[in-house]
């Protein structure tokens, strides 16, 4: 197995595990935790593709798009948290779940 | 079991088994990208010389793509105007640093000079080897995050936020306004200039960076100190 299909099936995997708990947690911080390790497979694969090419330098047009990706995901991420505090703060829940009201969410 | 845990158990599996499906579907495709040895690399090294910096990702990041890097600094700044318009101060004013801490202090007394200047180093190298404005931004965001955390940062309301958080989309759109005005394409830089233009908006994007990731973190604490019902 090369290094880019090592790298690049993990990269695959963290996003499919990861948006597997995106869509079926409920709890608002899983979520978005779940939200980041999907951006972390896909920074992953577009790493493993850099790499592709063993006797070239790594290509850098994959290096850029994932610093800009690691960047977004920052901006993202804080200001997800934000809500998600002013919501918490607000109604006293970590869900959007009406049917639950403060009921924990599920595992 | 209630109808809404066996409704979610249900939808557990669908999921799963949709995940499952398309990660197989997408570990294909690697499979399949394997065989391709194509890339960028050669195309974007014949052009390194026109871009007026030595390190390919700076080159890609600030002069061939610059603006995607633009669009990116505006996404921060979009992130960090929708945290201060959440935030519980009006005021920009920092949470109260702790004050119990004196070794903590000590300690972050030590060592934010040596943070602050690595964050300066990643700028400076970011042109010819890894490193560049957003290390060096995030990097410094660190040391001040540290400093307020160990107690010896003290900012009442910060004067001038707003011209700090914005000067590095000012800088890109300087820059592509006297590109355009010069007749030449959007951000296209001139060859004899380029490098002095790159570390110019390099080091806006530093200084506004740091300010932005700074205040992401520190402008959504409540106004009052940590929350009280955290266990």
């Known amino acids: 197995m090369s290094l880019f299909l090592l790298y690049g099936g993990g ?8 948006l597997h708990r995106l869509i079926t947690v409920s709890h608002l911080i899983r979520k978005l935790i779940a939200a980041n390790i999907m951006a972390g497979g896909v920074f992953l694969l577009l790493v493993a593709t850099a790499a592709r ?12 798009m994932v610093l800009t990706g690691i960047v977004v995901a920052v ?6 948290t ?3 505090r002013l919501l918490h703060s607000e109604t006293g829940s970590t869900t959007l779940d009406e049917a639950d009201g403060d009921r924990p969410a599920s595992p | 079991m209630s109808e809404t845990a066996r409704w979610r158990r249900v939808w557990g599996v669908v999921a799963g088994v949709a995940c499952l499906v398309l990660g197989m579907a997408l570990l294909r495709e690697v499979v399949d990208l394997s065989d391709h040895r194509a890339g960028l690399t050669s195309t974007v090294a ?11 990702p700076t080159a890609v990041l600030l002069n061939f793509r610059s603006y995607d890097t633009w669009l990116e600094v505006v996404v921060l700044l979009g992130a960090v105007l929708g945290v201060l318009s959440l935030a519980d101060r009006r005021d920009f004013s920092l949470a109260a640093p702790r004050q119990d801490a004196p070794v903590l202090r000590r300690l972050v007394d030590l060592v934010l000079p040596l943070v602050l200047l690595g964050g300066v180093f990643l700028l400076a190298q970011g042109t010819g080897a890894p490193g560049g404005a957003f290390q060096a931004g995030a990097v410094v965001a660190a040391g001040l995050l540290l400093a307020h955390l160990g107690g010896s940062l003290r900012l009442g309301r910060i004067r001038g936020v707003m011209v700090v958080l914005v000067a590095g989309v000012a800088a890109f759109l300087t820059a592509g306004l006297a590109t355009l005005t010069a007749g030449r394409p959007l951000l296209d830089f001139p060859t004899p200039g380029s490098h002095a233009v790159i570390v110019g908006i390099e080091i806006a994007i530093a200084v506004s ?3 932005t990731l700074t205040l992401l973190v520190l402008a959504s604490a409540p106004a009052d100190g940590p929350d009280e019902d955290l266990p």
């Open chain 2, 209 to 211: 960076t740091a300010l």
């Open chain 1, 53 to 64: 090419d063993a006797e070239q330098a790594p290509d850098p047009v994959p290096h850029a």
């Open chain 1, 11 to 18: 990269g695959i995997i963290l996003f499919v595990v990861g």
């Open chain 2, 46 to 56: 014949a052009a390194m010389e026109d871009s007026g910096v030595s390190h390919p």
């Open chain 1, 82 to 84: 934000a809500l998600i």
């Open chain 1, 75 to 80: 901006g993202i991420t804080a200001f997800a």
